[in-house]
């Protein structure tokens, strides 16, 4: 599992490649830690290149999305192949997240 973070366009941008699963979940939310810090920009999280996220996944994406709605900005899913929709939908996180 690789994590980049990036600001691009005025957001930060955490681009997401691999499988992040269980084992990969520590690693992961450690490298996306600085997004719970954005004071200014909202949050886009890069799935394009992402194969598979597993429950601990999710919970780094809703830590991340409540540190950042507590300071007004937004947090935007993209590039969600159909598998990653598939988990998303099937866990409800598909109705909690905006996507691009």
């Known amino acids: 599992m690789k994590t980049t973070i990036q600001e691009k366009d005025g957001n930060m941008v955490a681009i997401l490649e691999g499988s992040l699963d269980t084992a990969a ?24 290149n ?5 429950s601990a996944g999710l919970r780094i994406f809703l830590g991340i999305l409540q540190k950042v709605e507590e300071k007004g900005r937004h947090v935007y899913l993209t590039g969600i192949n159909d598998k990653v929709r598939g ?14």
């Open 25 to 48: 979940a520590p690693e992961t939310e450690k490298a996306m830690s600085p997004l719970n810090d954005v004071e200014d920009k909202d949050v886009i999280i890069d799935c394009t």
């Open 50 to 54: 992402l194969e598979y996220v597993s």
């Open 87 to 100: 988990i998303l939908t099937i866990t409800g996180f598909i109705n909690i997240f905006e996507f691009k």
